[in-house]
């Protein structure tokens, strides 16, 4: 039975939203950074490295270098991924 639009209670993309998170792994593209913080907001955006298939000194100079405010650079980097795996 398809639910009719009334039935949620949010839009499609805020389940998106809340539901989905991204790695940077495999990219090493501000661009793309950017573009996918954009699209599915910084809060579910983590660093990740695709070892042994990415030196990690590149995927750290990636993200050293990249075009983001330092809280959101934190945010990517580990404050994400900590909340996300509830880590602390």
Known sequence: ???K???LKKLPSEYFGANIAITTSGVFSHEALVAAIH?????????SIDYPFERTEAAVEFLRTA???PADKAKVAHENAERILRLK
């Open 67 to 69: 075009p983001l405010a």
């Open 39 to 47: 699209a599915i907001g910084i809060d579910n955006v983590m660093f």
């Open 5 to 7: 639009q009334s039935q």
């Open 1 to 3: 039975m398809p639910l």
